[in-house]
Nanobody
Framework: VQLQASGGGLVQPGGWLRLSCAASKRAILNYAWFRQAAGTAREFVAGINWNGGTTGYSESAKHRFTISRDNTTNATYLQMHSLKPEDTAVYYC???????????????????WGLGTQVTVSS
């Protein structure tokens, strides 16, 4: 399975962006978004399980970001609102096969990774 993330860009503080991630083929996948700012470790942002019944968010993403999925197009989305300069990072889409009832928050919980898309929040 290959993942292709898109939708990043430059946005002003308080603005919004919608990231998309498409899987190359149909499969039972659990998705997550991670991000990595310059000089820092990659961190979990949000995740959604295979049927959309369970989602999880980091504290910084909660109430501002929304993860969703469309199983008809093998895609997941991250809607981000009220963006802050500290949200600046490369955002990675990740996926793991299988029927999971929870959302793994560790990098090791995902076998498939996209190349990432840059999000820059700056005035």
């Amino acid at each position: 399975v290959q993942l292709q993330a898109s939708g990043g860009g430059l946005v002003q503080p308080g603005g919004w962006l919608r990231l998309s991630c498409a899987a190359s083929k149909r499969a039972i996948l659990n998705y997550a978004w991670f991000r990595q700012a310059a000089g820092t470790a990659r961190e979990f942002v949000a995740g959604i399980n295979w049927n959309g019944g369970t989602t999880g968010y980091s504290e910084s993403a909660k109430h501002r970001f929304t993860i969703s999925r469309d199983n008809t197009t093998n895609a997941t989305y991250l809607q981000m609102h009220s963006l802050k300069p500290e949200d600046t990072a490369v955002y990675y889409c990740a996926a793991e096969r299988g029927i999971l009832g929870t959302v793994p928050r560790e990098i090791q919980g995902y076998d498939y990774w996209g190349l990432g898309t840059q999000v820059t929040v700056s005035s």
